[in-house]
Structures are given as C-alpha cells and as structure tokens.
C-alpha cells in the first residue's frame, strides 16, 4: 500500500500524517508537493490538516486549484482512497469531491479539544475497524469546522448512510452541548455515494500514540489497512 501525503503552502499536520502512516504502520509513504501533476503511483491520498494558502478566501478555496488537485480528483474517480482530515475535509467540499462546506465556528471562536466522536458506518474502508456505535476520542483543532449543507444533500447522505461519525457525550447521545461548532445534525464526518472518499474534522493521526492522550485515530488507519488487504485480495 502506497501513501500520498499532499503538501499545500501552510499545511501544518503532514508531518504528523507522514509520521503515523510510515512510522507506526509501516507503510511506503511520500510527501507530494502540491505543484505535481500526478498521485497516479499511489494508493491512498492524504489531504492533511493547516491553513492551506492561509486560508484566504476561504478554507480549501484556493488549495482546490493546486495543480495535484485535478489529479486527485480523477483518481478519485477511479476508485482510489482519498482522506481529508480538517483542512483536508474543507478542500475535499471545495473540489466537490464531497457535498456541503465548512464555515465559522457558531461560537466564532477557535476551538481545540479532545472529542467525542459515534461511528455511524462501519461498511466503509475508513471504518470498517470499528462496530457501528463505537465512540472515538479524536482531537480537533479548527476555526471553521460548523459543517452545512442542503436539506437535500443531508437527505441522500443519511439514506445513502454517508455519515460516517457525527459528535457525541460520553454516553454516545447526540446533542447540541456536544457539538462543538454547530454542524448540522452534529456532523463530524461523511464520505462520498462511492465511499471512497472520507473527510472529516477530527484529527485521527493526533490520536494513534499513547503519548498523545488517545489512540482511537488508529482505528481509522487500520480499517484502510483491511479495506485495502481486501482489494488486494479481490
């Protein structure tokens, strides 16, 4: 299994992404600057987390044009595994890879906390290590993380069961006081109809090393390690 980890101007987490896929799972992983024009090599793609551009404009608006981004897209389309994670996931909406977008925090304020996150899904390759309901510790660290998008969209993602972790209290109730920047229907992350695209706000690689208070983020990385055994396999 071959890792992409895709480097924009004010990425800040690729280090983290790089050092989790390579160091603790032992994968071929490389960084790619976002002026490549091919991740056809690669098996998974990772969009990291950070301010990519500065986040000017808005989050992901100008890192969606980086010239990898058209790559990244047509292998998306075909088939290949593409994970955003916080910046990541705001790219992903940006590039219509995933429906909705990220905007401010309800609060306006930054926010950066461990989490409580329910899985939703376990038939995905990014879940299929967890039991649908298993709840997750994940770190999140972001400005923009209140996700929104249409009745409509959020109608097709629940019947398509594209929600794939939504926040949630220690007891694995949905609320409004465990929701930490508004997202609609306590949204935390989705995946496209194909499920072959996930992204979401939390931090899985901050959450894969005891030393860091959680290891729950492994679980996301160790059902892409099964999802891709099992295409290998095919």
């Known amino acids: 299994m071959k890792c992409a980890v895709i480097r ?29 024009k091919s991740v056809s090599a690669f098996d998974l793609i990772v969009l990291p987390g950070g301010f990519s551009y500065g986040d000017y404009l808005r989050c992901g608006a100008i890192a969606r044009f980086s010239p990898v981004m058209q790559s990244v897209i047509e292998e998306a389309g ?13 790219i992903l909406c940006e590039a219509r890879l995933l429906p909705g977008a990220l905007i401010r925090n309800a609060s306006l304020r930054f926010v950066c906390r461990h989490v409580t996150v329910r ?17 997750l510790e994940l770190p999140i660290a972001h400005g923009e993380g209140n996700y929104v998008a249409g009745e409509a969209d959020l109608r097709e993602m629940n019947l398509h069961r594209q929600i794939l972790l939504r926040y949630a209290d220690a007891l694995g109730q949905t609320s409004r006081e465990a ?3 508004g ?4 949204i935390a992350g989705i995946c496209n109809r194909r499920r072959n695209v996930f992204g979401l706000m939390p931090h899985p ?5 005891s030393r860091l208070g959680s290891q729950d ?8 390690l099964h999802a891709f055994g099992r295409r290998e396999a095919a």
């Open 217 to 224: 983020g492994k679980a996301i990385f160790e059902s892409l």
């Open 8 to 36: 924009f101007p004010g990425s800040n987490c690729d280090q983290d992404c790089y050092r989790v896929l390579r160091e603790t799972f032992q994968l071929d992983t490389e960084y790619v600057w976002h002026k490549e």
């Open 179 to 181: 929701n930490p920047n």
């Open 183 to 186: 997202s609609a229907q306590n």
């Open 119 to 135: 899985v939703e899904n376990m038939d995905t390759p990014f879940t299929n290590a967890c039991l649908t309901g298993t709840l």
């Open 78 to 90: 075909k088939g290949k595994l593409i994970l955003g994670i916080c910046n990541g996931f705001q």
């Open 205 to 209: 690689e901050r959450a894969s090393d």
